[in-house]
């Protein structure tokens, strides 16, 4: 391997690196948005909007980012809508991640007792007040884990940003690889992607521990 | 004539087909102790979650302090602030500590000063024996305490009455009478309840008036002295053998002559 030529690579990866967790970062911040939403929805099962939220969950965890993509970038044309390839990977991340996050979420909601509601509107808590204060930080917490796990599975599925031309790590890693050096490539695309996506998974870990003391109280 | 803090006319719930209360009628005088019993799936817990708003009725009324509160636009947040309510499940909020358990209702619903309030729940705490655990999660709490702390949390909200729904059904024995020593405090100084228990030595000693209901009506109403020494009617006297019974093989079990009568 070319030590010289990862050296001076490193600015190149680093710009791409930073495509992509800006990409990710915002997709997944929406993502969250949409999903806690969407969860409510489901859970208070507001009549025919969770029907449509259910249709949606199934829509974007049943097809690929891919065909998410091209349907955002070149099928949106057609009807004379031109996203910006910045705008369309994050709203496509955001499309994918919402229907996970609503899920991880939910499973988080569907863990709060019944009691726990019932004790909480007995003492005159308006619906609001009782999400706010009672369930969502007991739901939170049970649903660290999964949204972790879809937090890096999203930043990972950042690497089919290439396709619409944003010149992301995996970009810039396939770039390279034409020019024939396909190990150094390789081996920084594996490198930049790690550290990105290693704070992430050890800041989670630190996190479900704390939620897990402040949350359910143990 | 005594005010009635509460009033039930005709009340109808059902679950689907199955009709629960058939046409119950009851009135609670100001600081009046009323205890319900029965068997199990006879409504008593349905009533006292029908008072709370927690199940919608089908037919009938209530009324607190002489309002309605099942006929017009009710808002039940503010009606579920004038009664207390404590279930048998220990409900407390695992995600707080004592004291935030006790000051959600008063700072956020009522809208209370937190001084205030915090004064009132530390006397409140230090009558029922908890004050030196007010900074603790509710995890850390036996089931006796967790049931205390709730009781608190509910008079804080300064309720009209208070409903208590088979509060030590779920206690280890040892802990059932620290929790009913709270309750019998509060029967003292003149706190309106409805207590549905099946504790009967407690029956008898927090009682104004014992309601004996089953098949979803109120099959009797009386002193608890009437009650139990000279129950009216066959189902009443049937019930209390039960117990009877009950004591009988415990006293058995545990091999202990001196509690044969």
Known sequence: MDIDYIVAHIPMFGKAAFLTISLALAGILLSLLIGLACALVRYFRVPLLHRLIAAYIELSRNTPLMIQLFFLYYGLTRVGIMLEGVTCAIVGLAFLGGGYMAEAIRSG???VGR???ESGLSIGLSRLQLIRYV???QAMAVAVPAI???TIFLIKETSVFSIIALPDLMYVAKDLMKEGNSNESNFMLVVSYLVLILPVSLFFTRLERRMRRAGLGH | MAQHVLEIRNLHKSFGEREVIHGLDLDVRKGEVVVVIGPSGCGKSTLLRCINGLEPIQQGEIFLN????????IKWNLVRQQIGMVFQSYDLFPHMNVMENILLGPLKAQGRRREEVEAEAEALLARVGLLDRKDSFPSQLSGGQKQRVAIVRALCMKPEMMLFDEVTASLDPEMVREVLDVILGLADEGMTMMIVTHEMAF???VADRVIFMDGGVVVESARPEVFFETPQTERARKFLNTFQFREVRHCLDEDDEDCLP
């Open chain 1, 109 to 111: 909601l569907d863990a």
């Open chain 1, 115 to 117: 009691v726990q509601i």
């Open chain 1, 135 to 137: 369930v969502l930080p």
């Open chain 1, 148 to 150: 972790a796990a879809n």
């Open chain 2, 66 to 73: 002489g309002k309605s509160i099942t006929s017009g636009k």
């Open chain 2, 203 to 205: 029956a008898k000693a």
